[in-house]
């Protein structure tokens, strides 16, 4: 089961920590789900997601400052002894001391963050949905041309890091070289990225490993990038029959995503740079609507309607 050290969440939104009293270093999150609690302040604790990061906003604050000590310390234990991971309190708000003292006797670490609750719900979600994402790592080079996000698959030694390199003289940004890891964020979307130890480093054989961010500049290098086309290189087969139209689509699946899938055979002098740059730049038309080869075949069949009807009239 994937999970995230409560430090690192921590770290990532710029939480201040109001019980530092508190060792949390091998606290886990385990679901990128949050919960808001409203009912459970009220004292109603059935179907409790308590497994997940607990959020008060100034409605709730506000709903336990109202209370008197006493009532409100009742209530406050009750939520707070429910072995939660974690609260986070939203808007800067400043829980009172019995409160800090209640977390800290259940050791409960306690936060609190500047931003509103709306904007920080939607960035802790967003966060923690990449990070707890499904995982799979895939051989291959994942670079960024034209905003759209190429992997390219194929055997080593065909020339998928030769080809990323060029493209990245070319001005385009490399994601990962070798190993991507590619993380379900939704039906729709796969993000790649690079294991942290090969990170902006692409390996040439016969040179061996050079680092791109040194070399051409932080521009050059990105950390993630939403995958939206797979190019498959393989060895030029003089017996097979490649598709020279591109009407019918191929697609490959991963983690249940499928993605449109090109299939590149390799042969001396192929340019490979610039035949990924005029994938990507034709997988964007398509999303925009204009599709090349169809509207080849569209004027195919009006020229042949117009003949055939020239010919019935001669």
Known sequence: MSSVQLAQLVQEMNLTNLTPEIDYKDIQ??????????LQLAGFLEHFANERVQIIGYVEYSYLMQLNPQERAFKYERFISSKIPCIVFCRQTDPSR??????????VPTFVTEKTTSAFMAEIIRWLGVQLAPCISI????VDVYGEGVLITGESGIGKSEAALELIKRGHRLVS??????????????????????????????IGII????????GSVKNTQAVDMVIKLEEWDRNKEYDRLGLNEEYIDYLGN????YSIPVRPGRNLAVIVESAAVNHRQKKMGYNAAEELYKRVQANIARRRSEAENV
Do not use: Q
């Open 177 to 206: 070289d070798d190993v991507v890891e590619l993380r379900k964020v939704s039906d729709v979307t796969l993000v790649g990225s690079a294991p942290d130890i090969t990170r902006h480093f692409i390996e040439l054989r016969g």
């Open 139 to 142: 051989h291959g080079v994942l």
């Open 29 to 38: 999150i385990l679901t990128a789900e949050i919960n808001r609690p409203a």
């Open 258 to 261: 499928k993605l449109v899938c």
């Open 211 to 218: 680092d791109v961010k040194a070399l051409f500049g932080v």
């Open 98 to 107: 019995d409160m800090l003292e209640l977390a800290i006797k259940y050791n």
